[in-house]
């Protein structure tokens, strides 16, 4: 036996890093990716590492954990791989973050073989019909490798060569991590049978009489939930932590208002551009989340703007947007004036092949993370800027025209309020009103703020939107609130039917809305709009309020 294979029996104690002397590729991977991470804009989300300690060795030992790309999923597997790994070992990597001072550090710490497999890696290098067996034929070869020693059947699958390794009397059982385990799925879907052939052989691997006997712990990421059949999971006996319902994963995924605020003093950023580019995504207990990617990004560019680039996975937003099930398009124009949709998150199969109603669609938005999802009240909403700037993009590629007029005609009535010239607003709104009948009816309160807020649109580059629900029977008030450093007045609106714009502004200054917002601004302007059922046009009278 040589020496390096030799030293796999010895205490991980013994050695710095034992991936020094065998560098491999799904096993003995060493420190190197996490190292990497580490020396650039760490946020401690060590915390993960407990949470997942708690479950290894018992029946919740297999995780799934999905979230959006680009919400620090590879960040947290790279970040376990290192902590578990018996070939590791380099405790300088944890010895500042909250982990190190909790009792199960060193009871876990460098105790399993840990196998990591980044599914996108395969889904790149073989196609459709002979990904799955390529992931059997390479990790098989590569354990075999590691443990030249164990004789396994000739005959044995990737599930009994496990199994007989983790069997060995001097071995542990496995840790196995899988990123991005639903790759397969999402990019060839039934294509060369390769959905049906991946299903199989993670329930070889995970619900086997072995499993429990083979595996420490398993923790899957991916982009999508595990897929159900009927009401079942594929492999249901996997504890599940999404973006419905994210359980007590809720802070290690995405940054929260005070590690951005953090990051933001410590690189001399602006705290207020990152929150308004960035902020809005609510998950479980968690209210106020930050898209980490985009944040690290705009912190070392120092410039905020969508560092969201165009992928598959826009591709298909836009088909799913295309189809228009059960009136979607109204929605997403809703949904884009700021308002908030229903959803029924039940229906949907996690599978992106598989859409059949517009539930599912805007599930599937969810789970990608183009709307963020209110879990107590069933509802979804485009969380920040630069998701409704993507979604934009997604609703100009459909070419939803009147949409897409609309949209571009915001920056007029911004500047025609701004500049007092009251016809011209009404003139605008006009416009909008008759653009977007559909939902925009006349007949709510709701409809009546969608068109103000949709109308505008533009105007959430530099305001941050309020909306006030009537009281008696008035309308609805939209409040728009001049971000920080941006010098610009406030704009107060209130919508009449049927009067006329002068007692609109009344309405104003006797519920003295102007005092509740005096403390964001210098000065103001009021907006009273009045809509005539009869003509079908609309009156504005515009006052300065210091």
Same mark, same amino acid.
């Given at each position: 036996?040589?020496?390096?294979? %030799?030293?796999?029996?010895?205490? &991980? ?14 096993l003995k991977k060493g420190t190197d990716a996490f190292r990497a991470i580490r020396n650039g804009e760490f946020v ?22 999905? !979230?959006? !790309? ?27 973050? %909250? ?48 443990? &030249? ?36 799925? !999402? ?189 107590? @009240? ?88 309020? !909306? ?68 079908? @046009? ?5 006052? @300065?309020?210091?």
């Amino acid at each position: 036996m040589s020496k390096a294979t %030799q030293a796999l029996y010895f205490s &991980p104690t013994d050695f710095t890093d034992l991936a020094d002397l065998i560098m491999g590729k799904f096993l003995k991977k060493g420190t190197d990716a996490f190292r990497a991470i580490r020396n650039g804009e760490f946020v401690d989300k060590s915390g993960l590492i407990e949470i997942v300690n708690a479950t290894l060795h018992t029946e919740r030992q297999f995780t799934c954990v999905s !979230r959006p !790309r680009r919400f620090g999923k590879s960040i947290g597997a790279k970040m376990l791989y290192a902590y578990y790994d018996q070939w590791c070992g380099d405790r300088s990597l944890f010895s500042d973050l %909250q982990i190190y001072s909790s009792p199960s550090f060193s009871r876990h710490f460098r105790r399993y073989p840990v196998l990591y497999l980044d599914l996108t890696d395969f889904v790149t290098r073989y196609d459709a019909e002979c990904v799955v067996g390529h992931i059997q034929s390479d990790v098989l070869e590569e354990l075999k490798d590691v443990y &030249p020693e164990v004789s396994y059947r000739e005959d044995a699958d990737l599930a009994d060569a496990l199994f007989t390794s983790a069997s060995q009397p001097q071995h542990e059982k496995f840790i196995m991590i899988i990123d991005e385990w639903d790759a397969i799925l !999402r990019e060839y879907g039934t294509q060369g049978g390769a959905a049906e052939k991946y299903i199989n052989l993670l329930r070889g691997l995970f619900k086997s009489t072995n499993a429990m006997s083979t595996f420490a712990g398993v923790y899957m990421t991916g982009i999508l939930p595990i897929k159900k059949y009927n009401t079942q999971s594929a492999l249901n006996n996997f504890w599940e932590y999404s973006m419905l319902s994210p359980r007590g994963m809720s802070e290690y995924f995405g940054f929260t208002k005070s590690e951005v605020m953090a990051l933001a003093e410590k690189t001399g950023n602006d705290f207020d551009e990152l929150e308004k580019w960035y902020d809005g995504y609510q998950i479980g207990d968690q209210m106020s989340m930050f898209n980490p990617n985009s944040v690290i990004q705009a912190i070392y560019s120092h410039w905020c703007e969508s560092y969201w680039a165009s992928t598959g996975a826009y591709d298909a937003v836009a088909e799913y947007i295309r189809m228009n099930m059960d009136g979607l398009k109204d929605s997403i124009i809703y949904l884009l004036s700021g308002g908030r949709a229903k959803v029924n998150v039940t229906s949907f199969t996690n599978d992106l092949k598989v859409v059949k109603s517009k539930d599912d669609v805007l599930t599937v938005l969810i789970h990608l993370g183009y709307l963020s999802y209110d879990r107590t @009240k069933q509802e979804c909403y485009v969380p920040n800027r630069e998701v409704a700037g993507e979604l934009e993009n997604a609703v100009k590629s459909v070419k939803w025209d009147k949409v897409n007029f609309l949209l571009d005609a915001s920056e007029q009535l911004l500047h025609a309020t701004l500049s007092g010239e009251a016809e011209t607003v009404a003139k605008c709104i006009d416009e909008a009103h008759d653009e977007n009948t559909s939902i925009l009816s006349y007949n709510d309160e709701n409809s009546l703020a969608c068109v103000l807020s949709l109308a505008y649109y533009y105007a959430r580059n530099d305001y941050i939107f309020h !909306r006030e629900l009537p009281t008696g029977k008035g309308f609805a008030d939209l409040v728009l609130i001049p971000r920080k450093q941006v010098d610009s007045p406030a704009i107060v609106l209130e919508l009449k039917c049927d009067r006329d714009a002068v007692s609109a502004i009344d309405q104003i200054k006797q519920k003295h809305y102007p005092s509740k917002i005096v403390e964001y601004t210098h000065n103001m302007l009021l907006v009273g709009i009045n809509y005539d059922k009869k003509t079908k @046009k609309h009156e504005c009278v515009i006052e @300065k309020e210091f």
